[in-house]
């Protein structure tokens, strides 16, 4: 069912000090700042030849990565991003094998603009996964 790594996304404490350290000390190709208050974050997108990775730093009161920010400090690895061909075909799949959806288990869009869903991480080896319509 799951398809290409769309994209690692880390959480940060710092958005402008993540940024440096990719650009600058990695010498990877980085966006500018894209603020999503749908989902509570400011994103960076780092490009990579085979995938992207995604900076996530808080935007506003009750932000999912401030949550997780106060168990890792210095930030981390918040969800992985993997692409399918049909979302909701995908969900019903899922939730047929008793797969928890987060949310009222409805796409919402995205970083990228497609429909994306999250499912819990308990199901999938302690990691948040997010699906993609690719
Ligand atoms: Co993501």
Redesign the pocket.
Known sequence: MIGRLN?V?IAVPDLAAAVATYRDVLGAEVSQPVDQPEHGVRVVFVTLPNTKI?FLEPLGSGSPVAKFLERNEAGGIH?I?YEVDDILAARDTLLAQGARVLGDGEPKI??HGKPVLFLHPKDFLGTLI?LEQA
């Open positions: 994209h996304a995604e969800h991003c995205g970083a997010e």
